[in-house]
């Protein structure tokens, strides 16, 4: 049975593919679920858990050798002056919606302090006092947060020669013990510092690391770490089933601003509990801003109402140190909503007075009510959105304009690289830099280079064309040494699966910011420093202003993210922003950890599942560099034969399948994209025999029979790397499975549903796609060569040819002969099966579970087949 997202449209309805035949498989860890209702059985206190604290959830720690330990490291809290220093507030009128269990603090040390009683008083299982006066001395088991500024012990203990190499975000906590006598300190230089550092330090004992020896310093790479919240579309994770729809009349955005209906009365200035959960997620794991509308802007967020509730979000968000910025349109002046003070298209002048004088008065309304309000993040000449280019002018100008008119006030531009004007060349992914790139070397009347303004960044999305699921890095990464540039990410999983796939995004994005752009500087030698993080960061090219911005999943849902598994990707977009450095491994053990559970087999056992999860998604999606395949209705599910009014939007423009092959020539013999990289990429793409394989299609187009590195022809290799992507599918769902015993039962079968709804939607991304490639290449899928490929003796006879894509096979035996399998021969030898069932009699059925370990991950399949007699 087939269940789709499509058919199944958010019903629960948990079918397994071989009901009762799960178990015993060595792919899948552990025990398996045999009942069904099993989970209802083990319902705990918390079976019922919707998952709508996020990270933040502070379960009792499980193992009591470590709980007494903690205990006798934690009794108590110390935060001197935590109501001194009072966070602006505008609106007078804010408050919790009734029956909030959040609550509206006025100081960041407040919120400090209330995240380790909450945080310390869950782990430990017991209330953890709060003292604000610490006496001369602080007692054994303190855990004391501040600045200098606000905090004795702080000054006592930390130096400012310290406290000075961590910066502004940074902080330090040390461990001043002796045995188990002592205390520990977490410093900042701000407030917001010793919040991270509060963050950093619960996140310790919600991973089980040790908490006495600790001398740790830290501070991010990069300086705004945004999120960029698309409240009206692509956005999973509204509280219906209808995708972004809400209930109660409210629409599925996390923040509310049209309360209607039922949910009258509900929308700012009323705080509702989640958006302080989302706050303090955020801040929990650095980031420190947010742009709170789509950037196919709607004006109306400029309006004095808006900008009323705006404020009251910014109040209850600013002590966590999260600062609030809109999207804005370009011809915005011109909207009647402003009237009187509207400008008409002539005044639209970017050198004139008038455009940037309606800017910079839009922005002191806004700075009036929202005085640390970060600025503006334009999508200019970008789908149908109004741009410079419409007057004549180009984006630096446009950009320059809106910059000048809001850097008195301290703000910033944060201007979109994503055009793509179809006159500017015939191949959509090299129009960015031609439109961006001479901007960025124009030499200027002073000397140097660069037309853009200090206060502009050019936001670029990490691959050139649009958060595919495997891009090449994009090219301006290194091209634009002149200009501040901002990477975006997209956290919301729009061709990732949406809600309804597991897809954890860390080893994407690690994968980009670990690209290797081989910049190299004027004189055409190669940076020292030169990673794709480097450039983003500011240390390859010596800029000091940097910023990372995640286009986020946040929604209404009971667990604010859709699928339970996407809070793992805004959590993850949260330490890599931090600090690019690090392994999206760890970051999946840690998030497990704080999510699901301690239980090592269970930590090994998700965090396993998580990490092939991306590349399986690539290889029943898009396998090696093949690009946007979706049906352009949803960007779900696929349509590779899709022709749309442009052709830069239709899959076939991407594939360009025909009977010699597929994939887009970019090389010098094509479109020569390829020559926007530094030279050693441009060289190792541009050639098909040095190019990653991962790449291929991204940069050339593939002869169906060309040899592969594994030997194989590209048409087989292609065709069995679309199914191990399912395969991989069909590996996690059985593996969720074993984990019921050690998961609550809600979030259990939620995503069990899920990944049932997974596992046939992959089938159909393969299905739809190799059947449409078929008639190009004229080729009948492979069968016995691939990684789960076999045959089997049935009656004395070896059968095989069994497409690894079909899922189930008819075998005809003679008259006379045994129903039995007697043999199964694995083309691969690293291939374990088992005979799961066996037919006693004809017609039967039998099946035979083969698994293997692979590049990315575990792979299973299940052969089921149906055994008949010939007829005589
Ligand atoms: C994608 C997405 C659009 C979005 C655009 C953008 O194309 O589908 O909804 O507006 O990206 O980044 O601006």
Redesign the pocket.
Known sequence: MIISRRTLLGAVVPVTAATGLVAGTGAAAGAVGREEGAAALRTTADGDYDGSDLWLRYVPVGDPGLLRKYRESVTAVIVENAGRKKVHRHTPNLSMAPGSTEKLVQTTLEAARDELVRGLGGLLDRAVPVKTDPGDKPSDGAVIVGTRDSSRIVRQHISADDLTSVGDDGYLIRSFFRGTQGFTVIAGNTEVGALYGTFAFLRRLQTHKSITRLDISESPRVRHRHLNN?ET??LYAGNNASGTGGLNGENGTIFNFTGTGESAGRNLPVILDRYIVAARAMASVGMNGITIN???ADNVYLTPEYIAQEAALADALRPYGIKLALSINYTAPTDPRFAPDTLTNEQLDPHGEEFRGWWNRRARLLQASIPDFTGFTV?AN??GQPGPQDFGDDHGDGANAIAAAVAPLGMKIYW?T?VYNADVDEDRLKRAYLEFGYINDERQPDGTRGRFLDNVFLQT?NGPL??QAREPIHPMFGRMEHTNQALELQITQ?YTGQDEMLCYLGPMWEEALKTDTYARDERGRLLDKRLMGHIVDGTAQGHSDTAIVG?ANLGNADNLTGHHFSQANLFAFGRQSWDWTLDSADIAADWVRMTWSNRKNVVGTIVKMMMGSWEALVSYQTPFGMAHQFRSSD?YGPNPAERLARDDWSPVYYNKADSIGLGYDRSSTGSDFTAQYFPTLAARYGDIDTVPENLLMWFHHVRWDRRMRSGRIFWDELVYRYQMGVQYVTWMRLTWDSLQPSIDARRFSEVKTKLTIHEADAGDWRDTCVNYWKEFSGRDNPADNGPLSIKIVVGGRTIGAFDPSASSYRITLPAGASPKITKVIPADRATRYEILSQADDVPGQAIVRVAKEDFFGPIVKDYVFVIERAHP
């Open positions: 698309w579309v692509r789509l950037v196919n999508k970008s789908e979109r994503f999305k649009d958060f729009e286009v960007h």
